[in-house]
């Protein structure tokens, strides 16, 4: 017999039957209303499993949670229902934090609004925005979001989120190179311009020396003349002098001027040959004698006891030091010492020429720019004697010709400024050199008289040779073009004839070979006078026949030293 | 009808909604809730989604059987709420948010 049970027990029992009675019958009339659409299963085993009634949409979830594209369901207040598993990724956030947050929270700030009202609107077809979104992190990337209203559902809305980074990358490259490619072409339009400019300055340059060269040979005849004929009075002596020194100053300008812009086109060529440093030496100092000693300058040399064979162009070179002398003596004011030494350099196989002054000296913010093209070290206050900034410039590029370094050395302005000049010294340093100082001054009346005709169309530069050579008692006509010359040379037949390239008409070249076309005229010496001294000029002169090539303004004694050997 | 809100504490409502991924009645459900909440419990209550699909076990400890199914775990007494909310009537009812006519 069972004891009666207790009221308060069967109470409880009771509220408990009614309580699962009633979620049995919500379950049930849940199914019914079809407001639910998934169960827990229970396993024999105990395991657990949820199967869903939908099963038909199991591919396309699954297509959507492995897609390049974020996607995620928004409910009617903005929340997040649903996240694929690309969208967390790209969130990095994982799915339960994002469940139920609002998605504005995602999108940037600048951005929210957009977003929200977009969204607030329920549009009826799709409708997208391009927005920053924030990652968990704090780092963001820009996206495209579109939204679609879901079937059926009020207010519920699908989202499309898909990474623009990569495209905006893409877009950025595309546009940095499109910007890349313009600037290289501006960039080289400008370079075009610049090296038309160049070019023509270079031009300028030949053209403009050849312009200033041309008078100087009349002058420098004429001079000679004065010479010879001259008053011999101190006053017209001193004038006479004075106007050679200045003539030969001038002509060393003109010099450099053209041959700087022969050295930058590469059109200098190097008449190499083995030699010994301290005759380059002594000839440039020789020649630099007159402005050293117009300044009242004292000049200390020091020169190696061997000689110091190099191979090199000695006209070249002596062009070099003398530039360096002359620079010299410019910059440093009257009464200075200027040093002079040539040496070998003991540690390696090389010449050292060094050339120091106590003059103005170079400050040092200018000592990377001396060796520019027309840079002149304090043009406002050390314009001592100008010039046209190009003697340094021509002769580090010579030097550098030569395989040597010129560089320059001060301790600031007012302490006077130090030029080493190296060379490499020849290997085989067997034979003693040839001394080249050959003996330029030839005295008048040393040479017997010759036949002698003269043809420029520069007339004065004929005009006053002719009377030169005359002054040393030549036989002499002259021409002003080709045609004339050949006619004057039937009933003239010189031993030489000093023969202008650059005539009208008929060029030099071109009378030369007509000259040579007559066995009558067979034992003259044509001597071409070119304005041109390349290699190339000179083999031209010597296919048209030419005996000799002068480059022009022709030193008088280089044509009396001709005469002597003809 | 009666419209006045039963709950007028200020107490933080904690609601655990349990869902089979994003099936239909899942999302509808998770839709409807936040509606009534935002409606009724603004500010003071709090929804925890937990995908049954995920992880099956936690079916277990409130016995669910159909999805999708809310339990109110605060205020007490615990209320189970099966379906997926769009009788809002019958959900208020069930929150205890309003009485039951009759």
């Known amino acids: ?566 | 009808m009666n419209t006045m809100p039963v709950d007028d504490t200020q107490e933080i409502w904690e609601l655990r909604l349990y869902t089979a991924g994003q099936t239909p009645k899942s999302i509808a459900a998770f839709n409807n809730l936040t509606r009534i909440c935002e409606q009724y419990l603004a500010g003071r209550y709090r929804i925890e989604v937990i995908d049954l699909l995920q992880n099956p076990k936690l079916a277990r400890d409130e016995q669910i059987v159909a999805i999708p199914t809310l339990i109110r775990n605060l205020p007490e007494p615990i209320r189970k709420i099966i379906g997926d909310l769009s009788d809002t009537e019958r959900a208020l009812v069930g929150l205890q948010l309003r009485r039951a006519d009759g």
Do not use: W
């Open chain 1, 1 to 566: 017999m069972a004891p009666a049970p207790n009221p308060e027990d069967l109470k409880s029992e009771n509220d408990e039957l009614r309580r699962r009675l009633e979620e049995a019958e919500s379950i049930v009339s849940a199914i019914r209303k079809h407001e639910v659409d998934a169960f827990v299963v229970q396993h024999p085993e105990g395991e657990s499993d949820v199967l869903v009634l939908d099963g038909e949409e199991r591919p396309y979830r699954l297509m959507i949670e492995r897609m390049q594209q974020g996607a995620a369901v928004i409910g009617a207040e903005g929340s997040i229902v649903y996240v694929n598993g690309r969208l967390s990724e790209m969130l990095e956030a994982p799915a339960a934090t994002l469940l139920g947050a609002r998605f504005s929270k995602c999108v940037a700030a600048a951005h929210r609004d957009g977003f929200e009202d977009l969204f607030r609107r329920v549009p009826r077809g799709d409708s997208e925005i391009e927005v920053t979104l924030v990652r968990a992190n704090g780092t963001d990337f820009p996206a495209l979001l579109n939204l679609t209203p879901m079937f059926n559902t009020d207010g519920v809305q699908s989202l499309m989120v898909t990474d623009l980074t990569q495209q905006k990358r893409h877009a950025q490259e595309r546009e940095h190179l499109v910007r890349e490619q313009a600037a290289r072409a501006a960039a080289e339009q400008v370079a075009e311009v610049l090296r038309t400019a160049d070019r023509r300055k270079d031009e300028f340059l030949a053209m403009l020396g050849h312009e200033l060269r041309n008078p100087l040979a009349p002058m420098r005849n004429a001079l000679q003349i004065l010479n010879l004929i001259g008053s011999r009075e101190l006053a017209a002596r001193q004038t006479r002098e004075m106007m050679g020194r200045q003539l030969e100053g001038l002509i060393r300008l003109v010099d450099d001027l053209l041959d700087v812009g022969r050295v930058t086109q590469g059109k200098i060529e190097l008449q190499a040959e083995r030699t010994d440093l301290r005759h380059i030496v002594t000839r440039a100092l020789e020649s630099a004698r007159t402005t050293i000693d117009e300044r009242g300058h004292t000049v200390e040399l020091r020169m190696a006891e061997s000689p110091l064979l190099i191979e090199g162009d000695i006209v070249r070179l002596t062009q070099v030091v003398l530039n360096l002398l002359n620079n010299a003596a410019k910059f440093t004011p009257p009464g200075g010492r200027i040093q002079v030494s040539a040496e070998a350099d003991d540690a390696a196989p090389r010449a050292l020429i060094r050339i120091r002054d106590n003059g103005i000296g170079i400050e040092p913010d200018m000592l990377g720019r001396v060796f520019d093209l027309f840079t002149q070290a304090d043009r406002s206050t050390g314009r001592v004697e100008g010039g046209l900034g190009i003697g340094l410039t021509l002769a580090r590029r010579l030097v550098e010709m030569h395989d040597g370094t010129l560089d320059a050395a001060s301790a600031g302005a007012g302490q006077g400024s130090e030029f080493t000049l190296r060379l490499p010294l020849s290997e085989h340093a067997i034979e003693a050199p040839q001394a080249h100082a050959a003996d330029s001054a030839v005295s008048k009346g040393s040479v017997p008289a010759m036949r002698i005709m003269v043809v420029d169309d520069n007339q004065d530069a004929a005009a006053s040779l002719t009377m030169l050579l005359r002054l040393f008692g030549h036989d002499v006509r002259e021409a002003y073009d080709g045609q004339t010359a050949l006619t004057l040379l039937r009933d003239f037949v010189p031993d030489l004839l000093l023969l202008d390239i650059g005539l009208p008409g008929m060029n030099g070249y071109e009378v030369a070979r007509q000259v040579r076309a007559v066995p009558a005229l067979r034992n003259i010496r044509l001597v071409a006078l070119s304005g041109y001294g390349s290699e190339e000029d000179r083999r031209t002169s010597v296919a048209a026949g030419f005996d000799a090539h002068f480059v022009k303004p022709v030193e008088f004694s280089s044509i009396q030293s001709l005469i002597a050997s003809t």
